[in-house]
């Protein structure tokens, strides 16, 4: 069996609100993210169903601090270097660049901060892939216009796009414009910025929201383009496909319904139009998202030049209430699939449903994809030693690194890339905690922030160099 493509860019993915920490340095403004708290109420600030518009005393807040890595990048760079990383995908912290979002002139602290940083990945040969917005909107543009609910957004994120796309011409050339984009459906304050008053319809909302953001992608696809033909601009889902949990046909059907609700946001992303079950649908719900007559004619016009997705699971649906028992922790609802085992957040592992999800989706569309996460989050105990030997994480990316190989070489995938999940530890996006790690670097921190904050090499460090150097041969 033929390999990778000889310009495979393996690395690793991160996002700013859950490794920068440094909230309030040089500049930088509040974030959505920033007052997410750990702990039980975290999830409901995140669906937006409770509001927490500043800190308290009564909630820890892990965004604040992260991992420190807005203070340690050049030793964490250093580590990814000696990986062998092509590329690193990281995303940009708007509050940094408008700590409020509405200025006229963008904070030099903030420019200088990632210019600086990318230039420290291209001392050892690393790819940028830039994040414009992963899960990060100013709480200003909360406060004052409601978040991605209203349309103003576009422009501010148009103005915020334009001064990235034009600054670090030269130093990236691969865009993500937002972070999982379908979370909104599920999340929406961690999506978009909105919460929700009792009386709203939050439906409705959450599908203003999702047309806002998919203009705005449009509409900067557009002007990136216009700045440099080169760049390349991707969307990017939070993906696994999804089994019927029988083969009911009305299991199957529900199986349908839970795919395109996330498929939509790629179809439109993509094809340029919204499909014809999304209109329908909405229809019936009596949803009928405000647009402008400009809106169809910018979709139609700039779809994005690859799609980008993560994959942790696959999903399992039932048109039998009764049997609709949710798994812990996914954000994203599923069942259990009695077939697979999960990780300790019961997060199920299913390495074929990656060879799956990159087949449906190179079917669906025949663009180039980029796997943007992947990865398994476990607890970490370092031995005697202080050594960190995680076989159970070397066995998880293994099986997933091959099913991904068997998508590329034996169904013909057209795949850009690869970067797994937090090749450093950091902060969980789900939970806030620290002991949810992924990395191949493990970074002393415990979940109520005591700790040096000082890196180490786990096992599969060694191990993933070696699958980069072989590009994917020796796993
Ligand atoms: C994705 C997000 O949903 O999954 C990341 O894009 C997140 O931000 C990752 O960290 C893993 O989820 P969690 O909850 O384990 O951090």
Redesign the pocket.
């Known amino acids: 069996m033929m390999g990778f493509p000889e310009k495979f860019l393996w690395g690793g993915a991160t996002?700013a609100n859950?490794c920068e920490g440094a909230w309030n340095v040089d500049g930088r403004g509040l974030a959505n993210v920033d007052l997410a708290p750990t702990g039980k109420d975290r999830r409901a600030v995140l669906t937006g169903e409770q509001k927490m518009l500043d800190f308290d005393e009564a909630h820890y807040y892990p965004a604040k601090e992260g991992i420190d890595m807005y203070h340690r990048y050049k030793e964490d760079i250093r580590l990814f270097g000696e990986m062998g990383f092509k590329v690193y995908r990281m995303s940009i912290a708007w509050t940094r660049i408008f700590p409020r979002g509405d200025e006229e002139e963008p904070n030099e602290q903030g420019l200088e901060f990632y210019e600086n940083l990318f230039s420290e990945c291209h001392k050892y040969g690393i790819e940028p892939l830039v994040t414009i917005s992963?899960?990060d909107c100013p709480m200003h543009l909360v406060n004052t216009y409601g978040g991605w609910k209203n349309r103003q957004m576009i422009s501010f994120f148009e103005k915020y796009s334009r001064v990235l796309f034009e600054r670090f011409n030269g130093l990236v050339k691969y865009w993500l414009t937002f972070?999982?984009i379908n979370?909104i459906l599920h999340a929406p304050f961690m999506g978009a910025g909105v919460y929700f008053e009792p009386e709203d319809d939050q439906e409705k909302i959450k599908y203003q929201a999702a047309h806002h953001e998919l203009v705005a992608s449009a509409l900067v696809t557009k002007l990136a383009h216009e700045i440099n033909p080169e760049y390349q601009i991707g969307c990017m889902l939070?993906g696994g496909d999804t089994y019927p949990m029988t083969c009911d046909p009305k299991d199957v059907w529900q199986a349908k319904i839970e795919d395109r609700s996330n498929y939509f946001f790629t179809d439109v992303h993509v094809r340029g139009y919204y499909p014809a079950y999304a209109v329908k649908e909405l229809e019936r719900k009596g949803i009928f998202p405000e647009t402008q007559p400009e809106d169809m004619e910018l979709l139609n016009k700039y779809p994005v030049d690859f799609i980008s997705f993560?994959y942790?699971a696959s999903r399992c649906a039932s048109a039998d209430p009764e049997i609709s028992k949710l798994t812990d922790g996914n954000?994203l609802a599923s069942l259990k699939n009695p077939y697979l085992k999960a990780s300790e957040?019961g997060w199920q592992i299913d390495p074929l449903g990656f060879r799956i999800t990159l087949n449906t989706l190179y079917d669906r569309y025949q663009k180039p994809l980029f796997v943007v996460?992947n990865g398994l989050?476990a607890l970490d105990v370092p031995d005697e030693k202080g050594c960190v030997m995680d076989d159970y994480r070397i066995d998880y990316l293994r099986a997933h690194i091959q099913a991904m190989k068997e998508a590329v070489v034996l169904d013909g995938v057209d795949l850009l890339g690869y970067t797994t999940?937090?090749p450093i530890d950091?902060v969980?996006?789900?939970?806030g905690e620290m002991s949810?790690r992924?990395g191949f670097i493990y970074v002393d921190r415990d979940d109520q922030g005591n700790g040096t904050l000082n890196r180490s090499k786990k096992k599969s460090f060694d191990w993933y160099k070696k699958v980069i150097a072989s590009n994917g041969e020796d796993l």
């Open positions: 996002a859950q992963h899960f972070n999982e979370m939070a993560s942790y954000v957040w996460e989050g999940w937090g950091l969980s996006a789900g939970t949810k992924y």
